[in-house]
C-alpha cells in the first residue's frame, strides 16, 4: 500500500499563507485523485480539497474557495495544497488521501472519506489571530 507525507504544516499568522506538500512512496499514486481533508479538535474529519489524476478537475469545500489551491506533479508523486489568506477557523491538522478507485474522473456528488483508502500521518497548521 502506498506510505503517503505530509509536510509544510506550522504556526502563522492569519492573512498569511502556507505550502502543503504529500509524497508518495512505495507505489505511484499517478493514477489515482488525491484529497485533502482537515480535522480540527472535537471535529470530524472534512473533505478540503480533491484534485483527480490528471489535474482535470478539481474541487474545493466552500469554506476554502478562493483561498486554497490545490495541484500535483506525477513525475515527482507529489500533491500541493496551497493556503493563502489563512483564517483561525483554518487551524487543524491536515490529511492527504489516495483514491482507493483508479482513473476517476471526477465527482458528480460530495467529495467523502470514504473514497479514499490512503492516508497519511497528518500534519499540524495553527493560524494565530
Known amino acids: 500500500q502506498v506510505q503517503l507525507v505530509e509536510s509544510g504544516g506550522g504556526l502563522v499568522q492569519a492573512g498569511g499563507s502556507l505550502r502543503l506538500s504529500c509524497a508518495a512512496r512505495g507505489h505511484t499514486v499517478s493514477w489515482c485523485a488525491m484529497g485533502w481533508f482537515r480535522q480540527a479538535p472535537g471535529k470530524e474529519r472534512e473533505f478540503v480539497a480533491a484534485?483527480?489524476?490528471?489535474?482535470?478537475?478539481?474541487y474545493y469545500a466552500d469554506s476554502v474557495l478562493g483561498r486554497f489551491s490545490t495541484s500535483r506533479d506525477n513525475v515527482k508523486s507529489t500533491v500541493y495544497l496551497q493556503m493563502n489568506s489563512l483564517k483561525p477557523e483554518d487551524t487543524a491538522v491536515y490529511y492527504c488521501a489516495a483514491d482507493r478507485d483508479s482513473f476517476r474522473s471526477g465527482w458528480s456528488r460530495a467529495v467523502e472519506v470514504a473514497d479514499f483508502d490512503s492516508w497519511g500521518q497528518g500534519t499540524q497548521v495553527t493560524v494565530s489571530s
Open positions: 484534485i483527480t489524476w490528471n489535474s482535470g478537475n478539481r
